[in-house]
């Protein structure tokens, strides 16, 4: 299930801007996302008990030939996406964006130059500087056990498609926690109105931040509704482990074929942290919030002396990206927490799934009580 179905049946409205045919990140024109999960039991509390994998997302078929637009944003610092000084340099991306554990960033950056020199022997770079972002999955899974393997990057990179984006448990988000309860890959687009462009805006994150309490989903304050006694376990888990700091991650991909500059980009990738706000995020201290953004309106070859003739949209024009981009940030982690299932890991801990009829019964009342007042007003008794 994805929220815009409870949403629905509900009558709570998640924005103005109406997704694209698969609400997905795929439905930009030539992007396709890849998975590989990695689940396995070993022996002992800790040692082999992994919950982990990669997660690609694509550009376009000719990215390590043809560099796109692209800009990234940090809104706290606690963690890693490396290519990005390139991208702030030079405004390109140049690989595709791969997503996994903290760990296990060195290990992908370096299998995804191996897979494009094996892949395109007719085509080798001087250089590849490939753009790889982690967050945290050792609540769950042995991070120290370094389970990810060139073979699991490969096995995203040759998964890539176009299409509906599985979301939740799988690829790097299988082991990550959203709001206290299971988390991981969540997806969501907008398309701009016709008379705007008709642009498309797709979204895909990988979630692992926040407490229950903070939890807000298409304005209602959800988190706050759900006891923990609701879920077996959490009352504990939250006077323990969890109980303190909000000490999670996300990473935010958003991509377009808006015609823009890699100056815009970055602008877009800023407003990743309103749709995270909107969600209940608060960026702890110990969180790594960073966010990329790209167009594949243009294509740009390495050549020396080449000059390219680009067009761009007016700084005036944007105002409905930015929307675009909030909107389908807050859908797309809630999107994560709906798909994500209840799943267990190291040291016996348990990680459950949001409870969706809980979820459903809180913004149905909102959704009444939302209709009642605008009948009010309507017959003039409110306002």
Same mark, same amino acid.
């Given at each position: 299930?994805?929220i815009?179905?409870?949403?629905?049946?509900t009558?709570?409205?998640l924005?103005?801007?109406?997704?694209?045919?698969?609400?997905?990140i795929?439905?930009?024109? %030539?992007?396709?996302v890849?998975?590989?999960t990695?689940?396995?039991?070993?022996?002992g509390?800790?040692?082999?008990?992994?919950?982990? %994998?990669?997660?690609?997302?694509v550009?376009?078929?000719?990215?390590?030939?043809?560099?796109?637009?692209?800009?990234?944003?940090?809104?706290?610092?606690n963690?890693?996406?490396?290519?990005?000084?390139w991208?702030d340099?030079?405004?390109?991306?140049?690989?595709?964006?791969a997503l996994?554990?903290?760990?296990?960033?060195?290990?992908?950056?370096?299998?995804?130059?191996s897979?494009?020199?094996?892949r395109?022997?007719?085509?080798?770079?001087?250089?590849?500087?490939?753009?790889?972002?982690?967050?945290?999955?050792?609540?769950l899974?042995?991070? !120290?056990?370094?389970?990810?393997?060139?073979?699991?990057?490969?096995?995203?990179?040759?998964?890539?498609?176009? $299409?509906p984006?599985?979301? %939740?448990c799988?690829?790097?988000?299988?082991?990550m926690i959203?709001?206290d309860?299971?988390?991981?890959? %969540?997806t969501?687009?907008?398309v701009?109105p016709a008379?705007?462009?008709?642009?498309?805006v797709?979204?895909?994150?990988?979630?692992?931040?926040?407490k229950r309490h903070?939890?807000?989903?298409?304005?209602?304050?959800?988190?706050?509704y759900i006891?923990?006694?609701?879920?077996?376990?959490?009352?504990?888990?939250?006077?323990?482990?969890?109980?303190?700091?909000?000490?999670?991650?996300?990473?935010?991909?958003?991509?377009?074929?808006?015609?823009?500059?890699?100056?815009?980009?970055r602008?877009?990738?800023?407003?990743?942290?309103?749709?995270?706000?909107?969600?209940?995020?608060?960026c702890?201290?110990?969180?790594?919030?960073?966010?990329?953004?790209f167009?594949?309106?243009?294509r !740009?070859?390495e050549?020396?002396?080449?000059?390219?003739?680009?067009r761009?949209? $007016?700084?005036?024009?944007?105002?409905?990206?930015?929307?675009?981009?909030?909107?389908?940030?807050?859908?797309?982690?809630v999107?994560?927490?709906?798909?994500?299932?209840?799943?267990?890991?190291?040291?016996?801990?348990?990680m459950?799934?949001?409870?969706?009829?809980?979820?459903e019964a809180?913004?149905?009342?909102?959704g009444?009580?939302?209709?009642?007042?605008l009948?009010?007003?309507?017959?003039?008794?409110? $306002?």
């Amino acid at each position: 299930m994805r929220i815009r179905e409870i949403c629905e049946r509900t009558g709570i409205s998640l924005g103005l801007l109406e997704p694209g045919r698969h609400n997905a990140i795929t439905d930009v024109p %030539g992007v396709r996302v890849g998975h590989s999960t990695i689940v396995r039991d070993g022996e002992g509390p800790v040692k082999d008990i992994i919950r982990t %994998g990669v997660t690609v997302i694509v550009p376009c078929d000719d990215i390590v030939e043809n560099s796109v637009s692209a800009g990234y944003f940090s809104q706290n610092g606690n963690g890693e996406f490396t290519g990005c000084h390139w991208m702030d340099e030079a405004g390109l991306l140049s690989t595709p964006i791969a997503l996994t554990n903290t760990h296990s960033v060195g290990v992908v950056r370096d299998a995804m130059i191996s897979c494009y020199r094996e892949r395109m022997p007719e085509f080798v770079p001087e250089w590849m500087l490939p753009a790889v972002a982690e967050t945290w999955d050792g609540w769950l899974s042995d991070i !120290f056990g370094m389970a990810v393997t060139p073979e699991h990057v490969r096995e995203a990179l040759d998964s890539a498609s176009s $299409g509906p984006v599985e979301e %939740g448990c799988v690829g790097g988000g299988t082991g990550m926690i959203l709001h206290d309860f299971k988390g991981g890959i %969540g997806t969501s687009s907008r398309v701009t109105p016709a008379d705007r462009g008709g642009y498309t805006v797709g979204v895909l994150v990988q979630g692992n931040y926040g407490k229950r309490h903070d939890l807000t989903i298409a304005g209602v304050p959800v988190g706050r509704y759900i006891p923990a006694s609701r879920i077996p376990g959490k009352a504990e888990q939250e006077r323990g482990e969890r109980a303190s700091k909000d000490t999670g991650s996300i990473i935010v991909v958003i991509a377009t074929d808006a015609p823009i500059s890699a100056d815009q980009c970055r602008r877009l990738a800023r407003r990743a942290t309103l749709g995270l706000a909107r969600t209940g995020g608060i960026c702890g201290n110990g969180s790594g919030d960073i966010f990329a953004a790209f167009s594949t309106a243009h294509r !740009f070859r390495e050549e020396t002396g080449r000059i390219y003739d680009i067009r761009t949209l $007016g700084s005036d024009s944007l105002d409905e990206l930015f929307r675009a981009v909030v909107e389908a940030t807050h859908e797309a982690i809630v999107n994560a927490m709906c798909a994500a299932k209840t799943t267990s890991g190291i040291r016996g801990r348990v990680m459950h799934a949001l409870p969706l009829d809980e979820v459903e019964a809180v913004m149905r009342r909102y959704g009444e009580l939302n209709a009642a007042l605008l009948a009010d007003a309507g017959r003039g008794h409110v $306002g």
